[in-house]
């Protein structure tokens, strides 16, 4: 803990009237939405990375609610009814993200999604084909029109191999991560919200009338606390259902004549690709060895860098010339129920958390829906 503070610090720097943990898109969005709620609020983001350390800045950049054969996963955990919310928290959440920031400074690109199915696949193939009218009437009444048709015409310009069978969502798009999140950071501190990076929270401790929030860089109070630290949470609230899972990334060097444009799924969505600036970026493969990617260590594991590369060679872009650029990982949080927790964890300590993997479409809906729940305990 920093001892070398000045009255000044002290007095100016560490006390608040709302203090939010976090600085992704959750955080970020219920600051501002709290900050526009009541502009004479004091708040303060704690970031304990240097850049925003969570799934936020590392994600794949995918604008979806979600593919055929993830839809009907979820389905079968949360119902009909359940899933319907949780598509609607997501699309209104990418319009929330999109209404903030603007399509263009985000470089939102609605190219569609599709998910591919290899012969083998046949089975699951059948039973995601017979779900998309389904499908289409859940979502039509979010979105307004349909969503999901099959599109196998379009596999031979893909250049895709031993791929059979696509279906395609018309509303799935794509957006820059890095620029999506230097905006939101931008606007944040636009309408006079302070963001402190480098600051590790440890402990909060809520005590009658504040709440101590210690740091390694000293000791905050405020009135009220938001934790939006995701797959990190636990940390900090120990009795959460929140469970880390790992995701390997890795970015080809440019492609020349490049094929892909679109987001993709494979795999029941534990695959994920797409275009980015003529390369090519490819996540998923934590199904391959759960117990591991459980973790909230960024890292690879040969395991997964194999079948990674193996998919890109082999499958998405065989007998082309290629050679790996980036490789990283971001940390999503799941748990036993699809729903994100939104709630007053402690008292005058509130938190939105684990967004299932969805972060980037339901990240700004969560943020809003947990700073209105600050808003009315105010």
Not at 106 to 123: C, P
Not at 141 to 154: D, Q
Not at 290 to 298: G, V
């Amino acid at each position: 803990m920093s001892m070398n503070l000045s009255y000044w610090e002290k007095s100016t720097f560490f006390n608040f009237d709302i203090i939010v943990i976090g600085s992704g898109i959750v955080g970020l969005n219920a600051a501002i939405h709290l900050k526009k709620a009541s502009p004479m609020l004091k708040i303060l983001v704690l970031e304990r990375g240097f850049l925003p350390s969570g799934a936020s800045t590392k994600n794949a950049g995918f604008a979806c609610f979600g593919s055929v054969s993830e839809l009907i996963e979820q389905e079968g955990v949360c119902g009909t009814e359940g899933l319907q919310i949780l598509i609607e928290k997501r699309y209104k959440g990418l319009l929330k993200l999109r209404n903030l920031l603007g399509d263009v400074i985000i470089d939102y690109k609605q190219f569609g999604g599709y998910e591919l199915f290899r012969k083998s696949d046949n089975e699951l193939t059948e039973q995601c084909v017979s779900k998309i009218e389904h499908f289409n009437k859940l979502i039509s009444e979010i979105v307004g029109t349909k969503a999901f048709c099959s599109k196998n015409e379009k596999i031979n310009s893909f250049g895709f191999k031993g791929i059979e069978n696509l279906i395609f969502n018309q509303y799935e798009a794509q957006i820059d991560t890095g620029k999506t999140m230097f905006a939101l950071i931008q606007f944040a501190q636009s309408i006079g919200i302070s963001i402190l990076n480098s600051c590790d929270v440890e402990e909060i401790l809520p005590e009658s009338n504040r709440i101590v929030i210690n740091t390694n860089q000293g000791q905050f109070s405020c009135k009220r606390a938001i934790v939006a630290t995701n797959a990190f949470t636990k940390s900090i609230l120990p009795d959460l259902d929140v469970v880390p899972g790992r995701g390997q990334v890795i970015v080809t060097k440019p492609i020349k004549n490049l094929k892909l444009k679109g987001t993709f799924h494979y795999d029941k969505g534990f695959y994920y690709f797409r275009n980015i600036n003529n390369r090519v970026l490819l996540g998923g493969g934590r199904n391959l060895d759960f117990k591991t990617e459980e973790t909230t260590a960024f890292g690879q594991t040969p395991v997964v860098q194999k079948a990674l590369e193996t998919l890109l060679r082999q499958t998405i872009i065989p007998n082309t010339q290629l050679e790996i650029d980036h490789r990283w990982s971001g940390i999503m949080a799941f748990g036993k129920y699809l729903e994100p927790i939104i709630t007053e964890a402690l008292p005058n300590v509130f938190c939105a958390v684990r967004c299932n993997g969805m972060g980037v479409a339901m990240g700004s809906q969560n943020g809003t829906d947990v700073a209105e729940l600050v808003v009315k305990s105010l």
